[in-house]
C-alpha cells in the first residue's frame, strides 16, 4: 500500500480460525534500540527534542531506528555516539518489547550503558536536540508528573530501576 524511507504499510486478507476473510492493515518497520546511558555520578543521559507526528518535545532516553542487517549492539553504540557524544565500555542487554502489536511489527530493544566516556556527537541531518543528565530519582518523578510521557522511555527507566534495584541482589 506504502512504502516510505524506513516504514511500509501493508493490507493482507487473512483466514481466521472460524474460516472467515477478514482484512489486516500493519506497519513494517525495522526496529529500534534505546540506550540508559548510565554515568559514573549515577546520572542519566537524557534528550529532549522535537517530534514532527505530534507537534511537541519530548524527554527522552538516546535511541533510533536498527540499520538493515545492522547488529542491534552496534546500532545502540552508534546511536549514543551520534546523539549525545558518548561512548560505554559496558553494554548489557536488558529487554526486548513490542510496542505496537496491534498494528506494526516494531520492537524496541533496550540496553543499558555503564563506562561512559564523552567523544563528540555527530547528528544525523535533520535531528535536533539537547542532550542532560538526569538522575534516575528525578526520572521517575518525571514519568509519575507527566513531564516524560514517551512510551519508550517510561518502560526503559522501569527496566533500569527493576535492574538496579531487584536484579543486583
Not at 514532527?52 to 555516539?81: C, M, N, S, V
Not at 538526569?134 to 518525571?142: G, K, M, N, Q
Request: overall charge negative; glycine content about 8%.
Amino acid at each position: 500500500m506504502y512504502r516510505g524511507d524506513f516504514i511500509e504499510v501493508h493490507k493482507d486478507s487473512v483466514r481466521l480460525p472460524d474460516g472467515a476473510i477478514a482484512s489486516r492493515e500493519y506497519i513494517t518497520h525495522p526496529g529500534a534500540v534505546a540506550v540508559l546511558a548510565l554515568l559514573d555520578n549515577g546520572n542519566l543521559v537524557m534528550e529532549r527534542q522535537f517530534r514532527y507526528a505530534p507537534q511537541r518535545e519530548f524527554i527522552e532516553l538516546p535511541a533510533g531506528k536498527i540499520d538493515h542487517g545492522e547488529d542491534i549492539l552496534a546500532t545502540a553504540q552508534r546511536e549514543l555516539l551520534e546523539e549525545t557524544g558518548f561512548v560505554a565500555g559496558e553494554w548489557i542487554h536488558l529487554a526486548t518489547t513490542w510496542p505496537c502489536i496491534g498494528y506494526a511489527d516494531e520492537r524496541m530493544e533496550y540496553f543499558l550503558a555503564r563506562g561512559i566516556t564523552h567523544q563528540g556527537s555527530a547528528l544525523d541531518d535533520g535531528e535536533f536536540l539537547e542532550v542532560f543528565e538526569l538522575s534516575l530519582a528525578d526520572a521517575l518523578e518525571w514519568v509519575r508528573t507527566g513531564k516524560i510521557n514517551d512510551s519508550k522511555t517510561i518502560l526503559g527507566l522501569f527496566w533500569l530501576e527493576k535492574h538496579l534495584n531487584d536484579w543486583q541482589g
